[in-house]
């Protein structure tokens, strides 16, 4: 790993609250009364509840929400056996994915054992605590057994996703790309290079798809696997092949798959260019497949080619089945993941691929165009709809297989329970940073000389998504750059008050006069304020020098929006900016304004405000879904801001019918449709989610967000300034170098979004 990546790596494990995950409470617990409820002696009614129907673990406690991730760290990612402890990063990582993809807890247990039995007993004796087991990063040839033993010996739904997570997604692929090829599976001859659990899995769901054993030739370390081997395991004896290859380059001729589950570079151009025609080669293993790629093309274009990196097509990831997979088992209380859920899983994901991909998933991926063809058999991995495809397939399968415990009747409200768990409009972050990879733009930081800055600015160009500038004292930056072990070697460092710049000093200042000498300011003035860096910074992205400028760190927001209003200027459909924050709820992100710009704004001002941020939400492939707030719902109530915020509405909703607006409406009101739909039915913002609110003055916003930030602990990024000409955005003062990486990412996808306009 590169020492940057290296090092942000471990800076990302080690920052605030140590770790990844947290445990929170989900009742209140703020009074006697809630603790008394919670604990004693309140809990002890649940608890008899339980002692008399023990199916109601489900109904009183976190049981049918809560999987474990258990290792015993003998075969970490291509680490190997570096033990439990090591092992934990990975388990606790595996429980983030859980969370953010299916909203499903977890609890990550690192076993101290290598021993088959008391690994297994220790599980069956934590089981009750969990309604699911994941077990991962157990090595083969005891995972097999593990599982196994597991499965026949415990009621809730087991899966070792090494094996079989790899097998379900590579199923899903192979049935997309022989139905390309032109080919069935109970005809191929299939090659497979490693022998280890995920490869054996995945042979073992080809069979259940049409393969039968003898069309797989499989090699271990040791070669060939064919029946004149002898001490085999079962798992290899089974597809101990008749015929004898003396390596992988012979097998491969003719051959219509290869499966790789090895280590990279073992497969050549030539054997690619052996296999028979419309060849699937799934080169999986990480973080070199066995063969590049680009290699791979340069020597067949019939090829229809898998990977497990996520820099080429058809990245096979497991994050496309295991939380989808568990999260329908969860919800019918399956006893089980049985081999039927598994196929329904492979089949539902390879069915999403040949869906026309929304807006959305393209705009995750650069706005490229993505269909059902060679360089799309499985769906991408930030795909939205993988939960609604994948869960109620898993879901059905048991319940027709027998064994779901609490089958669904009503589908439709199943789907949108699915979309709440995870917000209708998850994964901004992600989506923002993908978009931000795909086209790289030059940023300017105006306080190049803070450490800050400097940490932000080493990983927004590790990350491949912008090419720092950095203004201030090269002398005190590169005494920064050696304290703090940096890595920006080449990056352009400007002076604005140097001698070197005295030219382009002058330069931009005659073009800030031009600009300005109507406002009161003289050329003498003009060249002056170039030797302040938001000055000249602005004038870069102005000329063209630089696509966006970050500034704020350590600077007031009126010393910093200034120099940006008159040099970048406004944009020219625009008589009007504001701030936006985007927030990151449980319900999906949410987007505030105005929260920095206009102090008192008029119903005119709040509809412009309100036109601006929904077209910056729309800019982020959100549709907008827009409430104007206020202490009154629809005239329940008198007082300026009240009249001020419903006339703002009647001026959206009659010049922007568009618009899915409504208001005045008190915040409780907007974000609570149970309530809305018993009170206002009438209202425009009936099931509709909320998703961005417009506060009737500054004050109102800005303590609202800040309120949340700190109590509730909500992630936030902004300020996003709002109708400027080109990208210009401000940090809060002090800043976390997080942050300012966020804001670099959002000034990146801005810039973007500005060059398209």
């Not at 291509?78 to 429980?95: N, Y």
């Not at 020098?545 to 940006?564: E, K, M």
């Amino acid at each position: 790993m590169h020492s940057s990546s290296k090092k942000a790596a471990l800076e990302y494990h080690s920052r605030g609250r140590k770790g990844k995950i947290e445990v929170v409470p989900t009742k209140p617990y703020s009074t006697q009364n809630d603790l008394s409820l919670a604990y004693s002696p309140g809990v002890a009614e649940p608890c008899m509840a339980i002692a008399e129907n023990s199916s109601d673990v489900y109904k009183y406690t976190a049981k049918g929400n809560l999987v474990a991730v258990i290792t015993n760290g003998t075969a970490v990612l291509g680490l190997g056996d570096i033990g439990p402890e090591a092992s934990k990063p990975v388990m606790e990582g595996k429980g983030v994915l859980f969370k953010v993809f299916a909203d499903i807890d977890v609890f990550d247990i690192e076993v101290d054992s290598t021993d088959v039995d008391h690994f297994i007993s220790t599980v069956k004796a934590i089981a009750p605590t969990f309604g699911g087991i994941n077990l991962e990063d157990i090595k083969a040839p005891e995972a097999f057994e593990i599982e196994r033993r597991l499965k026949a010996e415990l009621d809730i739904p087991v899966m070792h996703d090494d094996q079989h997570g790899t097998a379900i997604i590579s199923s899903a692929a192979l049935l997309n790309a022989l139905e390309l090829a032109g080919k069935k599976i109970q005809d191929v001859r299939i090659v497979v290079s490693g022998a280890g659990a995920a490869a054996m899995s995945c042979l073992d769901l080809y069979e259940q798809l049409g393969m039968s054993p003898d069309q797989a030739d499989v090699f271990d370390s040791r070669g060939h696997i064919n029946s004149k081997r002898d001490n085999l395991v079962d798992s290899k004896q089974k597809y101990a092949s008749d015929r004898s290859f003396a390596d992988l380059d012979s097998a491969m001729k003719g051959a219509d798959v290869f499966l790789g589950l090895s280590k990279g570079g073992l497969v050549t151009q030539a054997m690619v260019a052996s296999m028979a025609t419309h060849p699937i080669v799934f080169a999986l293993a990480n973080p070199d497949p066995e063969i590049a790629y680009n290699e791979a093309l340069e020597v067949r274009d019939d090829i229809i080619m898998a990977t497990g990196r996520s820099d080429h097509p058809n990245q096979v990831n497991n994050v496309l089945g295991f939380p989808f997979i568990f999260r329908g088992a969860l919800d019918v209380r399956s006893t089980s993941i049985n081999d039927a859920m598994k196929i329904a899983a492979v089949r539902a994901i390879a069915d999403l691929a040949k869906e026309n991909v929304p807006d959305e998933v393209a705009a995750a991926y650069g706005n490229q165009s993505f269909a059902f063809g060679r360089d799309l058999i499985i769906p991408k991995p930030l795909d939205p709809r993988l939960i609604t495809y994948v869960a109620p397939a898993v879901a059905k399968a048991a319940m027709e297989s027998g064994v779901a415990r609490q089958p669904i009747h009503d589908w439709e409200a199943y789907h949108k329970a699915l979309l709440n768990r995870i917000g209708y409009d998850s994964g901004l972050a992600r989506t923002i940073a993908d978009r931000a990879k795909k086209s790289p733009k030059r940023v300017v930081f105006a306080e190049g000389d803070h450490h800050k800055v400097l940490k932000a600015a080493e990983q927004a160009r590790a990350e491949g998504i912008a090419i720092p500038i950095l203004l201030g004292r090269r002398s005190v930056i590169e005494e920064l750059i050696v304290e703090h072990n940096l890595e920006l070697d080449g990056v352009e460092v400007i002076n604005p008050r140097s001698n070197e710049e005295l030219e382009t000093r002058t330069a931009y200042g005659d073009e800030f006069f031009k600009l300005r000498m109507r406002h009161g300011l003289t050329a003498r003035e003009g060249e002056r304020l170039m030797r302040q860096r938001n000055y000249y910074g602005a004038m870069m992205v102005r000329t063209g020098r630089a696509d966006a400028l970050i500034s704020g760190l350590t600077r007031t927001y009126p010393s910093v929006i200034r120099p940006a209003l008159q040099v970048i200027g406004k944009a020219e459909d625009t008589n009007k900016v504001a701030g936006m924050y985007i927030l990151d709820t449980k319900r999906g992100p949410m987007f505030f304004a105005d929260t920095t710009v206009n102090l008192n704004p008029t119903a005119e001002e709040i509809a412009a405000i309100a036109v601006l941020t929904a077209r910056a939400v729309r800019s982020l492939r959100i549709v907008p879904r827009i409430a104007l707030l206020s202490y009154s719902n629809f005239g329940s109530a008198l007082g300026v801001d009240a009249e001020k915020m419903a006339e703002a509405a009647r001026i959206l909703k009659e010049k922007h019918p568009d618009l899915i607006v409504d208001g005045e409406i008190q915040a409780n009101f907007a974000l609570n449709d149970e309530l809305l739909s018993d009170s206002f039915p009438f209202s425009t913002l009936h099931e509709k989610r909320v998703n961005t609110l417009i506060f009737p003055n500054l004050a109102s916003g800005n303590i609202a967000y800040k309120l949340l930030q700190e109590m509730a602990g909500i992630g936030v990024q902004g300020p996003i300034l709002l109708g400027m000409r080109k990208s210009f955005h401000v940090l809060q003062m002090g800043s976390s170098v997080r942050e300012i990486h966020d804001m670099v990412r959002l000034a990146v996808v801005d810039a973007q979004n500005k060059k398209e306009a």
